[in-house]
């Protein structure tokens, strides 16, 4: 059996200037599926480097995966041109201590841990059978040693077989859940249903979102088992809708890694089978760590939002059985001398939208940063953060309808009531436990591999006719509960 990392990638691009990724196809000619390789963000010119597993430049005469696969006994790496060969580094399970613990990205995306098994000689293979469960990647060269030319989105070179008895199609196999999430999925599901029961006892209606923030999404990270989490506690309590805050991925390799990346959280979100909306965060606009292949804003909203319909990131979601109201939003500007915050186009858009909502419609509004400087430890200044406030203000006094601005961005749970609605803040759903680098008055809990801990998310309960905001947590840290009286 095979699970590969990006196995839910989706079939086609969003990404008009990026090549289409194929699909895991089952070859009804023999008994295997065959899972195709691709080398987004690595490809021609790059080479394994044998101290540390990772890429380096190279001449022409070599080309090499940036993603890491994870084969299991039985599977068959081969060449489809023979023209070519390969040879294979090796990794395991992680991740290091430090990518926990410590604020630190790693530069490839990726937590498996690197064998130290590279040998570059010439001992290539052109077909390879594993025998044993293993993360892999892949260094191919012509059979003459000669300079590659060939089209690698249009051209395939090397793919590999997965016994068909093992997996039909990508969702053949379920994820498993792990045991010790078990009575964490309990606990969750039955606060949920008695806080819902509670309500719908007083004769309100209210809605369930899955809420989840600063994902992170790396090779070997932990997403899958948030994603098998999701499911256990959606199928005892379901969820109306998922509400993402953003940083679906670090935002550190090439734009078609991030489109791959970004669409396996996604698609996976969606596989709940209710509306995913999500947030764009800072990371999501592919800007980190100097990264020049920064999306535009056209390129976000195709990447991210294209599955519900929106062509910019400030839209809004209706629930009008319950009169409510998502304006979510967009916080960060790449292109900004001051890049936290919100350009004029935002500003623009939540007075037009909070001018034209119903008066007795309640709103959350939604965005990846926070809206207050004192809120936020990675600058001095929120971008017009004095407009935002003063508008949600002025139509909280008239109307009295303001449920919250909910955000993610700071890794930290934090709630301000100063301003006469709640600001909240959402921890972060990636695996990370450090203090440092947060906001004052913020609460970072701890966090470990392998246990509820490590797991980090919200089943937001609104009852817009209270004005009340129940957020359930799943793992990492405690149940919040915020109305607001006006």
Known sequence: MIKE????????????????TPSITADITSAYTLIPIDFHGGGIGKRINSEDGTLEAADGTTM???????????DIVEVINKNYEFKLATYREGPADHLIYTYCYQSEENWTIYNNDFIEDDNYLQTYTSKKDTYIRIQLRRCDK????INLDTEPVIHIKSPKTARITKAAVPYPCKTFFADEIRKTATAILKEKEAIRAEGKDTITLALLADTHYVMGGTFEDTLSNLKAVHSQAPFDAVLHLGDLTDGMSTKAVARDFSQIVLDGLRELGTPVYPVIGNH??????????????????????????????????????IGLRLIIF???????????????RDVSFLEDTLSKTPKTTKVLVCAHVPLLPKMHYWSKEIRNHEKILALIQKHNEKHGTILGYVHGHNH?????????????????????YFTDYKPEGSVTYERKMCDETQDLWDALII???RNRLAFIRFGAGEDRVVENPL
């Open 146 to 149: 000669g300079t590659i030319n």
């Open 284 to 321: 999501d606009t592919n800007y980190f760590k100097g990264n020049p292949d920064v999306l535009t804003e056209e390129e976000q909203a195709a990447m991210y939002l294209q599955d519900i319909g929106q062509a910019n990131p400030r839209y809004y979601v209706d629930f009008e059985d």
């Open 64 to 74: 090499t995966t940036f993603k890491v696969y994870h084969i299991q006994e039985g």
């Open 412 to 432: 930290s749970d934090q709630i301000n009531t100063e301003y006469g609605f709640p600001i909240v803040s959402i921890g972060c759903n990636k695996l990370e």
């Open 463 to 465: 009852t817009p006719s």
């Open 5 to 20: 990392f990006l196995r839910r990638i989706t079939k086609n691009s969003h990404d008009n200037h990026a090549p289409i």
């Open 330 to 344: 967009n916080s960060f500007d790449s292109k900004e001398k001051v890049r936290y915050g919100f350009n004029d």
